[in-house]
């Protein structure tokens, strides 16, 4: 008589789970999550490089015009006081002098100017799986599309991470909160 061995089963995601099956050595779920995480570690990615440059300190920052109120959104960055601040390596998607126009962005901006919307999204994905910390453009994609909120709140995730702001996401978050529609320049 041979033991029967038992699967060990994965964690389900957060939610609510009505149905699991397995067909054709395939593992299948049927429900609602109500949470998401994504597993880093097992994606495998090549962590780019970090380079310390010491102490921030808000009070040091220029933030507006002599006289001018601060702006809303630096006012809990300012109150969070001075921290560590690091430069993370760079990766510019179309970055090749030879070919100025090879930005996968405004390439699949045309495309969708152009009625190719599938196209257009595929590109996208692709640029995100290749990048995956590439908020800045993730949220400059999310306004193109109309999403002002999801958009707004990436900019400003972007500004805690670098509230300095050298990718002007303060005028991003200021536009998207407005529900300004993304124009190219």
Aim: proline fraction near 8%.
């Amino acid at each position: 008589m041979h033991a029967r061995r038992r699967a060990i089963q994965p964690p389900l995601p957060s939610g609510t789970s009505r149905k699991r099956w397995t067909y054709a050595r395939n593992e299948y779920l049927s429900g609602e999550i109500t949470a998401h995480r994504i597993d880093v570690p097992a994606l495998g990615l090549t962590p780019l490089r970090l380079e310390d440059h010491g102490v921030w300190d808000p009070d040091e920052e220029y933030w507006c015009e002599e006289g001018e109120p601060l702006p809303e959104w630096a006012l809990p960055v300012i109150a969070r006081g001075p921290r560590r601040e690091y430069e993370m390596e760079q990766v510019l998607p179309g970055d090749d002098s030879d070919d100025p126009d090879g930005d996968p962005i405004f390439q699949s901006n045309d495309l969708k100017d152009r009625g190719y919307f599938a196209g257009a999204q595929k590109m996208l994905m692709q640029l995100l799986d290749t990048d995956l910390r590439c908020m800045s453009g993730y949220g400059l994609c999310l306004w193109r599309l109309g999403k002002m909120t999801e958009a707004a709140g990436v900019f400003e995730r972007t500004l805690w991470l670098n509230p300095s702001d050298n990718q002007g996401e303060c005028f991003n978050l200021h536009w998207s909160r407005a529900g300004r529609a993304w124009e190219r320049d």
